[in-house]
């Protein structure tokens, strides 16, 4: 089926041009922040209480471990009940600058915790709150108090409160493929099946205020034949799915590729490939009235868009060069200020932008394989984020722009392969597998940070 090819273009295309200056990203020196999440006062807790506020403070450890490159979290052994008595001199002299004490006590059905935080270097505690927690809801409510300590000690929001979105083909059975969608806690804990259409699912995206999923999926269609005769074949439908009320709708259904889809800053409006007219163009398109407007207009084919957050600038895939490789342009008219950015590997894929709008996350086919990569919007400073670590592919930056989540696909022999989710900082540090045995996964795709 050609409109099928024209979403796998990527994957046969063949480049003699390679981008000079690539630079190879090792750990990247900064100076970090000594933090400490003290051991915690503990009154009056039964056995599974106690357990209950260890795990807390685990979890609220292991969190701080994903920003490494800001803080070195560190055990304090020095301390004695350091909730109900501080000792800043000696904190200070030990070159602590956060302090994170707590106190936890018996409440129905779990465990209070009392916390403070305390800014070694000002003298000052900036930071108090408790929460009640039971076992159903640790994770949760212990993801909200590491947001709330990170807010107070850099003044912006963390990762611990998104989830990412993503697809495994988990359920697939011998030979009849199937991808589903799937969401989990950025950690990779709590996994929750989403679809169930035993098909194949592409290319999901989040609405601005995390309600709402746009989401591929192929479809059997009712079409005629040339002797009028009424037949089914494939095509790739645009859904959109309700996180809240769990429903779905169909968002357009041309004859052809319907995917690719991103939202704006506006949720009515999104951007899409649609293969109707003969061609891969991408449209923009409004939800509320239905209303189509054509962005690229060219020969060649134009796929998966990706939108800076003020709506300036889109970076799109192209093989109008005769291969896929990374393009950007302004949206607001038809082939406005179209510039190819991209000239690493032989072919590009799925180029994302960070949340400032200022770099672009892509896959290149390089030395048999993809790796990431990451370049300036003007298609300056190319960075290579990884080597030797499988291939690698489906980059998206985290929404605080300091991490970037992908997919690693490793050969075990000639009948099996895997391919997780891992998390890398932005510098190309990689910090972690975020799946396990979870089926080939693809597209993972990070929920928006909402104040």
């Not at 904190?91 to 936890?104: L, P, Q, R, V």
């Not at 896929?324 to 190819?340: C, F, G, L, N, W």
């Not at 592919?393 to 991490?403: A, L, M």
């Amino acid at each position: 089926m050609k409109f099928l090819l024209s979403l796998f273009f990527v994957m046969f295309s063949v480049s003699s041009f390679s981008q000079d200056a690539v630079i190879a990203v090792g750990d990247a020196e900064q100076e970090k922040d000594k933090l400490v999440i003290d051991s915690s006062e503990l009154s009056n807790l039964s056995s599974s209480q106690k357990v209950l506020a260890n795990e807390l403070l685990d979890l609220i450890r292991n969190n701080f471990v994903f920003y490494k490159h800001k803080f070195n979290t560190v055990l304090y052994n020095k301390s004695a009940n350091s909730y109900t008595t501080e000792n800043l001199t000696q904190w200070k002299e030990d070159g602590i600058n956060f302090f994170i004490a707590s106190s936890i006590v018996p409440a129905s059905g779990g465990v209070e915790a009392k916390f403070k935080l305390w800014n070694i270097h000002d003298g000052k505690m900036v930071f108090t709150d408790s929460v009640t927690v039971n076992s159903n809801d640790l994770r949760s409510k212990g993801h909200e108090i590491s947001d709330k300590f990170y807010r107070a000690m850099t003044g912006k929001p963390s990762i611990f409160k998104s989830k990412i979105v993503f697809i495994s083909d988990r359920t697939t059975r011998s030979r009849d493929i199937e991808k589903e969608l799937y969401i989990m806690d950025f950690d990779g804990r709590r996994v929750e099946k989403l679809t169930t259409f035993n098909s194949i699912v592409l290319s999901p995206s989040i609405s601005p205020d995390n309600k709402k999923l746009l989401f591929s999926v192929i479809e059997d269609k009712q079409a005629l034949s040339s002797r009028n005769k009424k037949k089914l074949i494939k095509n790739i439908n645009l859904k959109m799915y309700d996180l809240q009320t769990k429903s779905m709708t169909t968002v357009s259904s041309k004859p052809g590729l319907n995917s690719g889809a991103t939202y704006s800053r506006d949720p009515n409006i999104i951007y899409l490939t649609l293969t109707a007219g003969g061609n891969a163009d991408i449209y923009e398109m409004n939800l509320a009235t239905s209303a189509m407007r054509k962005v690229t207009s060219h020969y060649g084919e134009d796929v998966d868009p990706s939108i800076t957050a003020d709506g300036s600038m889109m970076t799109f895939l192209s093989n109008r060069p005769g291969r896929a490789h990374i393009y950007t342009m302004d949206p607001s008219q038809t082939e406005k200020d179209v510039k190819r950015i991209s000239f690493v590997g032989k072919f590009n894929a799925t180029p994302r932008f960070s949340p400032d709008g200022k770099e672009i996350v892509f896959a290149s086919w390089v030395d048999n394989g993809f790796d990431i990569y990451k370049i300036g919007a003007d298609g300056q400073n190319l960075v290579r984020l990884t080597k030797d670590f499988g291939s690698n592919e489906d980059p998206i930056f985290s929404p605080d722009g300091e991490f970037i989540v992908f997919t690693s696909k490793r050969v075990i022999n000639s009948r099996k392969a895997v391919q997780e989710i891992y998390i890398m900082n932005r510098e190309g540090e990689v910090l972690g597998q975020l799946t396990q045995n979870f089926g080939k996964c693809f597209s993972p795709m990070f929920t928006n940070i909402l104040n």
